[in-house]
């Protein structure tokens, strides 16, 4: 931290706040120039040069957070502030989010429609992708942090039959995808849409980015609303994938929550395994995953 402070010092900024990050391991910071403010975004673990190569990708498509500088020496970059209304806030505080979701919906099919296009083979976004083999080892961390430390009745050998069977049922057509776009990714400042942590952009099947934000943990939206919506969001793939997907979305989601309140002692995101497992309620029986029921049983 006292690195961080020094090279902002010497760039002119001054450090104004550790934000709420995601459940990543880069760190985010409010910073202050002058009168105006940035979010630096620090890489732990991970280099930057992917991650501007996925920014020039998007750019031009999407209302990205505009990267403003690179800080090589500290693995950190100078972003946009996107400021403080996610549309997780925006949806609880009583807001007219309609109309943001349906444009929301547009710029989905949008990056599905004009990234191919620009992507090369060696480009970062083409070399990952949300396969059998992923989505297995997705739920397999799923079972090791959500299953086994509340003590879930669902014996292994059932569990993995299960999510082969779930799996199995995937259809594996490809495109580009923001990968996590939900509430707390997407902000609204001055009546424009900001999105940000784009830098996990890949291939995944196509209802993948239309589950994410219109079955979002973290935001419940009223279902008659939301099912207009999702009516929107199915003609672009099949209403069964778009039950598959979700269901294995929000498997995955329960593992991710698992893991940031027992190991990483994040403990709010106990406040989202109730809005999870009310979509898995519906999911589960849409399928028939008798296999995945103690998951939503109290």
């Given at each position: 931290m006292e690195e961080l402070t020094r090279f902002l010092k010497k760039k002119g900024f001054t450090l104004i706040e550790?934000?709420?990050?995601?459940?990543?391991?880069?760190?985010?910071?409010?910073?202050?120039?002058?009168?105006?403010?940035?979010?630096?975004?620090?890489?732990?673990?991970?280099?930057?040069?992917?991650?501007?190569?996925?920014?020039?990708?998007?750019?031009?498509?999407?209302?990205?957070?505009?990267?403003?500088?690179?800080?090589?020496?500290?693995?950190?970059?100078?972003?946009?502030?996107?400021?403080?209304q996610s549309l997780?806030?925006?949806?609880?505080?009583?807001?007219?989010?309609?109309?943001?979701?349906e444009r929301l919906l547009e710029i989905i099919e949008d990056l599905q429609k004009y990234t191919p296009a620009l992507l090369k083979m060696?480009?970062?976004?083409?070399?990952?992708?949300?396969?059998?083999?992923?989505?297995?080892?997705?739920?397999?961390?799923?079972?090791?942090?959500?299953?086994?430390?509340?003590?879930?009745?669902i014996e292994k050998e059932k569990w993995n039959q299960a999510v082969e069977k779930l799996l199995n049922l995937i259809e594996y057509k490809y495109v580009v995808t923001h990968r996590d776009f939900h509430s707390r990714n997407i902000f609204i400042k001055n009546g424009k849409i900001i999105i940000l942590d784009y830098q996990d952009t890949m291939l995944a099947p196509v209802p993948y980015d239309y589950a994410s934000l219109l079955r979002d943990n973290y935001v419940l939206l009223p279902e008659r609303e939301r099912k207009k919506?999702?009516?929107?969001?199915?003609?672009?793939?099949?209403?069964?994938?778009?039950?598959?997907?979700?269901?294995?979305?929000?498997?995955?989601?329960?593992?991710?929550?698992?893991?940031?309140?027992?190991?990483?002692?994040?403990?709010?995101?106990?406040?989202?395994?109730?809005?999870?497992?009310?979509?898995l309620k519906g999911e589960i029986k849409k399928l028939s995953f008798i296999e995945f029921l103690p998951l939503v049983q109290e």
């Open positions: 550790p934000l709420k990050g995601d459940a990543s391991t880069r760190s985010f910071y409010r910073v202050r120039k002058k009168r105006e403010t940035f979010v630096l975004m620090k890489f732990n673990d991970e280099g930057i040069e992917e991650q501007i190569k996925v920014y020039r990708l998007l750019g031009a498509i999407l209302p990205l957070a505009r990267i403003v500088e690179v800080f090589y020496p500290i693995n950190s970059l100078l972003m946009e502030d996107a400021g403080d997780e806030n925006f949806v609880r505080e009583g807001g007219n989010w309609r109309p943001i979701y060696s480009h970062p976004v083409a070399t990952r992708k949300l396969n059998k083999k992923r989505f297995k080892r997705e739920l397999e961390f799923t079972y090791t942090n959500f299953i086994l430390p509340y003590e879930i009745s919506l999702e009516e929107i969001a199915i003609k672009k793939t099949s209403p069964f994938q778009y039950e598959v997907i979700s269901l294995q979305r929000h498997l995955k989601a329960l593992g991710t929550f698992g893991y940031q309140i027992h190991r990483k002692g994040n403990k709010y995101f106990a406040d989202y395994i109730p809005i999870t497992r009310e979509y």
